[in-house]
């Protein structure tokens, strides 16, 4: 039986029926049936080398932002939420490479830097997400992005892991090109020293703007299409009268409207209706096709 082999590996956390909507900012999603926390470096490549061996396919799940999952759930998850070390290195006069795992929150690993006097990530403050899911979405602003941080990221996969230096990766948009049946395990990041106040009030300000613009407290996935090249998907939808919509539970914000929020009990099916709505009219009223930003696991848009 697949979960009593999987108990099997050392380090390494087998649970069943775990609900996931608690687990993702948007608050929807039926239960994983095998939810998987491997506590170590060794039990995530073990792990990965049985599922992979076997073509057993699975879900990597960080701090659930940008996904929206089946009301029926998933098979197989695995979390890293257990990969969250943070190790610094001195490197130069200013600058330091820190080395993380890829289950620290993002905001975790924003708040050490503070205290540590280390910049770099202000302009990532507020986001919800993991580090492995900040690379691997390549999670940014207008302004920044993280692999503009990355000195080098960790992989593993079936045949163990391996360290990628930033010149070797291929970010694009809100992606990054993962090697073949590979997950991000750690990464190391570069920063520079400055003075933690200063860092601060950056972050302060990066958090007004963000909870002025966005629906703040409200549950979303975050943006939930890509922005075209040179325009704003939020002004797209706006500009054909899609804010306010609603079905059932699932609305288009007010405040933003490349934002979908649960204003209670929102099933994927309503908010995957709605996806539907606003690609079909953008794509009518202006020629553009919209691409979602947002992971969708077990079911399509």
Avoid at 13 to 41: K, Y
Avoid at 84 to 107: E, Q
Avoid at 128 to 150: C, D, L, V
């Amino acid at each position: 039986m697949l979960s009593e082999d999987l108990k099997k590996i050392r380090d390494l956390q087998v649970r069943e029926d775990v609900p996931l909507l608690p687990l993702t900012s948007f608050r929807i999603g039926g239960p994983a049936h095998l939810f998987l926390v491997p506590g170590s470096l060794k039990a995530l490549e073990q792990t990965i080398s049985y599922l992979s061996n076997r073509y057993i396919p699975y879900k990597v799940l960080g701090r659930g932002s940008n996904l929206l999952i089946s009301d029926k759930g998933v098979k197989i998850v695995m979390s890293l939420a257990a990969l969250n070390s943070i190790h610094s290195s001195p490197r130069g006069h200013f600058l330091k490479t820190v080395s993380v795992g890829a289950g620290c929150r993002l905001d975790s690993f924003v708040s050490w830097s503070i205290r540590n006097g280390l910049s770099g990530l202000e302009n990532l403050s507020g986001i919800p997400a993991s580090i492995g899911g900040a690379i691997a979405m390549n999670a940014g602003t207008n302004k920044f992005s993280m692999s503009e941080a990355i000195e080098a990221v960790q992989f593993t996969g079936p045949d163990g892991s391996c360290w990628l230096r930033r010149d070797r990766l291929q970010f694009d948009y809100r992606s990054l090109r993962l090697p073949d049946r590979a997950i991000i395990s750690a990464a190391r990041i570069q920063l520079c020293k400055a003075d933690p106040d200063r860092i601060r009030r950056r972050v302060k300000r990066v958090m007004l703007k963000r909870r002025a613009t966005q629906p703040a407290g409200e549950p979303s996935a975050g943006c939930i299409f890509r922005n075209p090249p040179g325009d704003s998907a939020g002004r797209l939808i706006d500009r054909c009268g899609l804010k306010g919509l609603r079905i059932g539970d699932a609305e288009i914000s007010k405040r933003h409207a490349n934002f979908i929020v649960n204003c209670g009990k929102a099933s994927a099916l309503q908010v995957v209706d709605l996806l539907k709505i606003i690609r079909e009219r953008v794509q009518k009223e202006t020629g553009i096709k919209l691409v979602p930003e947002v992971s969708v696991w077990g079911m399509e848009t």
